[in-house]
């Protein structure tokens, strides 16, 4: 109780409300301009009010074809995601340990990291069987080599002294490997997957629309990305705007639960 | 605290067979052709066993080289080092270095940064973790052991460090400016600390410094080095009786006889390339000689 007041209360909490009400207030005038005082604001006067938006929201908040665009979303980007950690954690390991899988895997790695996630659309809609995997093949792209080039990163750059402190001390490789090479890494690892997993949302929305939104496409059911583009096709302005807050939702919650496992597995970095 | 002793029936001394080392004529270069670069040089000395042995040298003489060669990181160019008769071929757990600056592993607390050596060796055993309790309270740090290294002091962190070492037990301990960088407060405290861990362990130790004081506090024998490339350009037996003091050792005549012998040999050695640190070794001489005039006056 007493915390949730001082979150409330809290300067930057007050800040935060302040900044995003007048933001909100700002766009409402701006787009009701006409309606009001008789000339549209440029740009700002076309789009829908805030409030409109809000009532459109209401309405779909009891229509499951719209959670059922938040599922799937999150359904690909966690698939996408988690895969890429699974994957991409050790490789990035293996190739910061070992000279030979590093030097066998890392040319082609690079020649791959460049190529944006979004161009391999066409080719993973024609190479898998289903639309559903190769939205969450382009997805997993997206994190995995983010997640590879700081897992790398990080591991590279432990201090050479942990190595030669252990060693001393009669530190077996797996041992060294185990309690030197991955807490060290850990701080990148958390790193990587947070910018992971803004890119993933970033492509899986462009690819919902590029691909038409998975097998339900013709309903409102392929995904937020498709929900967006679905709503602007159909003319209905608002849900578009509902549509990109609610990515921004999404992404926010995903981040925020990233920072506090993170947290949770980086407690010496807490006491700063 | 000599409950816990007691009830483990560990101490330090317990089953240390202190070990020495023997460098014969060795010599270390980095670089080729004209870019040679000679840092060490026809080097001979031993680190005696049970013994204190402080190695001294203007800043930038090689001293931190002959520490990487004496842990085994790096091989020497020519010559030998042997530990209890055995050549040196690689880092080993007879040898222990102890860092110039902190390598305490940050994402460790305290306690698990003591025992991180048994615990790396299959050896959790009851008896490894009464010893580190027992070093827990030899250093002070009993109520800071589920502290990571972020929230110690630059002198607790030092002393984790002493006692991460120290459970190793190991026959040699080498520690290259473990002190450097500390307030001359936790610096003279460090000294005590680190010189009763000595005093009661036993062990053959290794200290390099560039700090005059602190090596006259702890050595048993003293070894001045040249500049680069260095070798040892005198050895002084420093035969103050243990444990010292720091406030008597300022007026103890032996220690300001060795002090004067070590400034000047190492003043010269400073002199010859305008090494930093040449200059605050002049000013104790001048003001050494002026006293010792007024004094005979």
New interface residues.
């Given amino acids: 109780m007493s915390t949730a007041r001082r979150f409330f209360f809290h300067r930057s909490t007050l800040r935060a409300l302040i900044s995003i009400l007048v933001f909100v207030a700002l766009w409402e005038v701006g787009a009701r301009s006409k309606q009001w005082f008789g000339f549209a604001v440029p740009w700002v006067g076309n789009i829908p009010a805030p409030t409109a938006v809000l009532h459109v929201w209401i309405g779909l908040l009891g229509d499951p074809g719209y959670w059922q665009s938040w599922y799937l979303s999150l359904l690909r980007v966690l698939a996408g995601f988690l895969t890429a950690m699974v994957i991409g954690i050790p490789l990035g390991l293996l190739m910061a340990v070992s000279r030979n899988f590093n030097d066998t895997f890392f040319p082609t790695f690079e020649m791959l990291r460049p190529i944006p996630p979004l161009a391999w659309v066409p080719a993973s809609i024609i190479f898998w069987p289903t639309q559903e995997l190769s939205i969450t093949f382009v997805t997993f792209l997206g994190a995995f080599f983010t997640v590879v080039i700081n897992v790398l990163g990080g591991a590279k750059s432990i201090d050479v002294r942990y190595f030669q402190s252990a060693q001393a001390m009669g530190a077996s490789k797996w041992d060294t490997f185990r309690r030197i090479v991955l807490p060290a890494t850990v701080p990148s690892i958390v790193v990587g997957s947070a910018v992971g997993m803004g890119i993933t949302w970033n492509v899986v929305v462009a690819a919902e629309m590029i691909s038409g939104g998975g097998g339900q496409a013709g309903g409102s059911g392929g995904g937020l990305g498709y929900f967006i583009w679905n709503s602007y096709v159909g003319g209905a302005y608002e849900q578009i705007v509902v549509g990109m807050i609610s990515i921004g939702i999404a992404g926010y919650i995903c981040s925020e639960l990233l920072r506090m496992l993170g947290g949770y597995l980086t407690p010496w970095l807490r006491t700063r | 605290m000599s409950a816990v002793e007691k009830a483990s029936g560990t101490s330090l001394s317990a089953k240390i067979q202190p070990g020495e080392i023997v460098v014969s004529d060795v010599g270390k270069s980095y670089g080729e052709g004209q870019f040679i670069k000679e840092v060490v040089k026809g080097c001979s000395f031993t680190i005696e066993r049970g013994k204190l042995t402080v190695m001294i040298g203007p800043s930038g003489c090689g001293k931190s080289t002959l520490i990487r060669l004496l842990?085994g990181?790096e091989k020497p160019t020519s010559g030998s080092i042997k530990i209890n008769g055995k050549p040196v071929t690689g880092?080993?757990?007879d040898?222990?270095?102890v860092?110039q600056?902190s390598?305490l592993?940050?994402?460790?607390t305290t306690y698990d940064n003591i025992m991180?050596?048994p615990?790396?060796?299959g050896e959790d055993t009851k008896e490894a973790r009464s010893l580190a309790e027992m070093l827990l309270d030899k250093v002070g740090l009993r109520a800071f052991r589920k502290?990571?290294?972020?929230?110690l002091s630059g002198g607790m962190q030092r002393r984790a460090e002493l006692a991460?070492a120290m459970i190793?037990n190991p026959e040699v301990m080498i520690l290259d400016e473990p002190f450097r960088g500390l307030d001359a407060m936790s610096k003279e405290l460090m000294w005590e600390y680190y010189s009763r861990l000595y005093e009661e362990s036993g062990r053959t130790n290794f200290f390099i410094t560039t700090d005059i004081d602190e090596a006259i506090f702890l050595a048993d024998r003293l070894l001045i080095m040249t500049n680069v490339p260095t070798q040892v350009r005198s050895v002084v037996e420093v035969d103050i009786p243990r444990p010292r003091d720091i406030v008597s050792l300022v007026d103890d005549d032996r220690a300001n006889e060795v002090k004067m012998e070590a400034l000047s040999l190492l003043h010269e050695e400073a002199m010859k390339s305008f090494a930093g640190g040449s200059k605050a070794a002049a000013d104790f001489i001048e003001a050494y000689s002026k006293r010792l005039r007024t004094r005979k006056e």
Avoid: D, H, S
């Avoid at chain 2, 502290?147 to 929230?151: D, R, S």
């Fill in positions: 842990a990181f880092p080993g757990k040898r222990l270095v860092f600056e390598a592993f940050p994402w460790m991180y050596g615990r790396a060796r502290k990571y290294p972020t929230q991460r190793n």
